[in-house]
């Protein structure tokens, strides 16, 4: 079941996005001690931002010190680096919490396996799936302008990937190129689902996600999910041309 959520700016989709956060963790902790999450990079971070620690209604219900949290895709690089989506979080999230908040748990790669070579690529992407839980009690993707998630692009082999939870590959078009990523058997075992997409530079492929005939697509393919729930938390500018019925969260 897919829920498209709509808001007039990305500011406010991603504050929506937070509260929902926000309830899957009470959700994941009334249950465990722990909740257990998976985020993308790219312009997700900044949202993560917005809607965890600028959202102030939301800021106080975070749980930081009960959190493990793990990236569904990095690309393989030392983690200070610019385009590392650990050393991304970690600037624009984790270095603003206050001092006295216990950090929470943040899975970064092996570092000590990264070569130029890039011939220990598959011994982080194995080395990175011996760290993660059975499952997450959420992930969050972001979509690509080709529709693609995570490092999973249209029309590459990993799609078919379907024994590895975590894979390496070396020739992603979005740069940097090697990088490790989620496949889709592990994203399956996920609780629940949500995606942040915002601007007018996507807007030509939420129009293809949600036309119905687009299903060679990963985003689609996530959609297509049986017995997750996806919700999708999108600006205006984004989801215009799309045909979607849209609401907004609670
Ligand atoms: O590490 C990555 O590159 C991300 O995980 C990637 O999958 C991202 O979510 C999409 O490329 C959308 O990125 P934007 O939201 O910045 O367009």
Redesign the pocket.
Known sequence: MVEVYSYPNSESAAYALGEYIADAQDKALAKNKVFRIA??????VGALQEGLILNKKVAPRVKWGQWEIY?????LLPLSYEDS?YGLFKRKLVNLLDPKVTRPYIAAINTTLLSPSGGQDDSIAKDYEKKLPDHMDLII?????DG?????FPGHELLEENVKMVANLED?P?LPPR?I?FTFPYLKKATQIAF????S??KPILKKVFSGTATELPSVKVNQFKKIPVSWFVDEAAIEDANVKTSTYK
């Not at 693609?148 to 999973?152: E, N, Q």
């Open positions: 985020i993308s990079g790219g312009s997700l990236f569904v895709d990095e690309r989506n993707l972001g979509c690509g302008e693609h998630i995570c490092s999973l992603s979005k990088r990523t942040y997409a915002r601007g530079g996507k």
